[in-house]
């Protein structure tokens, strides 16, 4: 087993495993927590984000986004942040293009924080929720008679065989 090594970071492991696709295997560590962000650092000392998708006892498995080409399983060195992504928020965000990082792409300066903000929502509680309860009427009998709509819930009637509901 690879020492883990505290510093700036929680932990870092230089044991891995496999890499395919967009997913990395690591050894597995105490303490690491789903959903936590990782650093991958390549040997060419490119830094590449990812999160922690599963951890068991035998191995942790990271999602890097970006995908793992570049990885060398026997050179690389993957970097625990102890905590789960934070998006910089700012009122200087306001009329800008980011990237799913929260990075400017617009060809603008860096966004200086004011403060930052866990990407995770809270849980909804169930049964704190409304029932829905306002019937929306289509004026399509077989729909209105067979296939109630009621405001608040999700609607996928729209769709065609086998496509996704949101197209």
């Given amino acids: ?9 929680v932990k870092e492991v230089s044991s891995l495993y496999s890499a395919r696709g967009s997913l990395l295997v690591v050894e597995s560590i105490p303490g690491i927590k789903f959903g936590e962000i990782v650093e991958v650092k390549t040997p060419s000392g490119e830094l590449r984000l990812g999160q922690v998708v599963d951890v068991s006892k035998d191995a942790t498995v990271i999602q890097v986004f970006g995908g793992v080409r570049e990885v060398d399983l026997k050179k690389s060195i993957v970097r625990f942040k102890g905590e789960t992504f934070k998006m910089p928020l700012s009122l200087d965000m306001l009329g800008r293009a980011f990237d799913g990082l929260g990075r400017p792409i617009d060809g603008g300066p860096p966004i200086i924080p004011e403060e930052y ?43 065609g065989s086998g496509l996704p509901h949101n197209r």
């Fill in 1 to 9: 087993m690879a020492e883990a090594k505290s510093s700036f970071y």
């Fill in 117 to 159: 903000a866990d990407i995770n929502g809270a849980p909804i509680n169930p049964a704190s929720r409304q029932p829905p309860s306002e019937f929306i009427e289509t004026g399509i009998s077989a729909i209105d008679g067979l296939n109630s709509l009621v405001r608040g819930q999700k609607l996928p009637i729209f769709s």
